[in-house]
């Protein structure tokens, strides 16, 4: 099983300041990486897919980049519905797997 | 526009059954394989299980296999979760996933809002 793992668990930002956001995998999941948002009583938004390409309707200062087992979520200037958890999520092996979510928070 | 709407959640004792129900509209369900993705109460996203659009390829994780049963019914457009032998890890809101519709790319486009089971005596 590919085990995900995300850093920070918690980031702390200003609004309007950068977020960027980590995760990385016990092995290599090539591009195949996701990236959901998941606001409180909500179900999760899938943000990006193939680890760099935005879902439809994704603003673009979302951004994901990495391959292997290093991957980065880029929020390029948060606004304030961005404040949220993020998971990563590979589905290049079964079982398919998430990450832990890391919480953007305001500072 | 897509939706998907789960029902069938609740309490139920443990070892005992339950069965979820998820229900698509705005789309060509038959064309889109579907997943259960679910969340135990304050903690992150485990992925349970998945269906392909025929039906004929299913997986699991670890932690349902042998007690958990996708399956679907495309003249109803609907796809189901028979949950056996419950357990309290079991406890969480389950939601049901549509699997995006670009070749090769096994991610999650269109969520319901989830159900909530919870296992308890």
């Known amino acids: 099983e590919r085990v995900m793992t995300q850093s920070p668990a918690t980031l702390s930002v200003s609004p309007g300041e950068r977020a960027t956001l980590s995760c990385r995998a016990s092995q290599t999941v090539n591009s195949n990486l996701a990236w959901y948002q998941q606001k409180p009583g909500q179900a999760p938004r899938l943000l990006i897919y193939?680890?760099?390409t935005r879902a439809t309707g994704i603003p673009a200062r979302f951004s994901g980049s990495g391959s292997g087992t290093e991957f980065t979520l880029t929020i390029s200037s948060l606004q304030s519905e961005d404040f949220a958890v993020y998971y990563c999520?590979?589905?290049?092996?079964?079982?398919?797997?998430f990450g832990q979510g890391t919480k953007v928070e305001i500072k | 526009q897509a939706q998907l709407l789960e029902s069938g959640g609740g309490v139920v004792q443990p070892g005992r059954s339950l069965g979820l129900s998820c229900a698509a509209s705005?789309?060509?369900?038959?064309?889109?394989?579907m997943h259960w993705v679910r969340q135990a109460p304050g903690k992150g996203l485990e992925w349970v299980t998945f269906?392909?659009?025929?039906?004929?390829?299913?997986y699991y994780a670890d932690s349902v296999k042998g007690r958990f049963t996708i399956s679907r019914d495309n003249s109803e457009n609907t796809v189901f979760l028979q949950m056996n032998s419950l357990k309290a890890e079991d406890t969480a809101v389950y939601y049901c996933?549509?699997?995006?519709?670009?070749?090769?790319?096994?991610?999650?486009?269109?969520w319901g809002q989830g159900t909530m089971v919870t296992v308890s005596s």
């Open positions: 193939g680890a760099s």
């Open positions: 999520q590979q589905y290049n092996n079964w079982p398919r797997t």
């Open positions: 269906i392909s659009y025929d039906g004929t390829n299913r």
């Open positions: 705005g789309f060509t369900f038959i064309s889109y394989a």
């Open positions: 996933a549509r699997r995006i519709a670009v070749g090769g790319i096994d991610v999650f486009d269109i």
